[in-house]
T-cell receptor
Framework: NAGVMQNPRHLVRRRGQEARLRCSPMKGHSHVYWYRQLPEEGLKFMVYLQKENIIDESGMPKERFSAEFPKEGPSILRIQQVVRGDSAAYFC??????????????FGEGSWLTVV | AQSVTQPDIHITVSEGASLELRCNYSYGATPYLFWYVQSPGQGLQLLLKYFSGDTLVQGIKGFEAEFKRSQSSFNLRKPSVHWSDAAEYFCAVGALNQGGKLIFGQGTELSVKP
């Protein structure tokens, strides 16, 4: 059973470009979460999605950031017009459903974004 | 405010020595508690979790943690540390109605001396 798959693992973008990060949840998982880890900091929740629905985006910056989890295909975290402060590791996690098992999330290997 | 505090940013222990990593939380609802470990450049691996029941929980790699409601703590322990345990350890708290929306501590970096 494959784990949470993220790609790319490393991404370099120039200021002003767009970054797209992809996440395929574990098989059988229908809930996806995105977290951001800034240098020397812990993880911060960004957004919680189910298929075709954003459940909680309280941690998403108000501008330039968006996320989707379409009916078919991976979840996408999109950052428009990147700035140096967006440089971070972005982690995707998934869980099977709500309830106790839904609280246990499994992380991918992360996507490291560097903005130059 | 909801928060998780890991008071120790960096801990160094000798191989074979015992280990305790501290975690204190502030959370309005009944907390679900987790410990994750992260090796450099890698994702987070779940070590153990507490939802309810026995307050002493066993995890992988010989780790255990004890939930103490009166102290709002969930400290991680291991009786004998191995060099391969060197990594960053994160404590996190969530709640039943929050799904996988967790609040993480700042992390404790563990170094192991030979």
């Amino acid at each position: 059973n494959a784990g949470v798959m993220q790609n790319p693992r490393h991404l370099v973008r120039r200021r002003g470009q767009e970054a797209r990060l992809r996440c395929s949840p574990m098989k059988g998982h229908s809930h996806v979460y995105w977290y951001r880890q800034l240098p020397e900091e812990g993880l911060k929740f960004m957004v919680y999605l189910q298929k075709e629905n954003i459940i909680d985006e309280s941690g998403m910056p108000k501008e330039r950031f968006s996320a989707e989890f379409p009916k078919e295909g991976p979840s996408i975290l999109r950052i428009q017009q990147v700035v140096r402060g967006d440089s971070a590791a972005y982690f995707c996690a998934s869980s099977p459903n709500r309830g106790h098992s839904g609280n246990t999330i499994y992380f991918g290997e992360g996507s490291w974004l560097t903005v130059v | 405010a909801q928060s998780v505090t890991q008071p120790d940013i960096h801990i160094t222990v000798s191989e074979g020595a015992s280990l305790e990593l501290r975690c204190n939380y502030s959370y309005g609802a009944t907390p679900y508690l987790f410990w994750y470990v992260q090796s450099p450049g890698q994702g987070l691996q779940l070590l153990l979790k507490y939802f309810s029941g026995d307050t002493l929980v066993q995890g992988i790699k010989g780790f255990e943690a004890e939930f103490k409601r009166s102290q709002s703590s969930f400290n991680l322990r291991k009786p004998s540390v191995h060099w391969s345990d060197a990594a960053e350890y994160f404590c996190a708290v969530g709640a039943l109605n929050q799904g996988g929306k967790l609040i993480f501590g700042q992390g404790t970096e563990l170094s192991v001396k030979p």
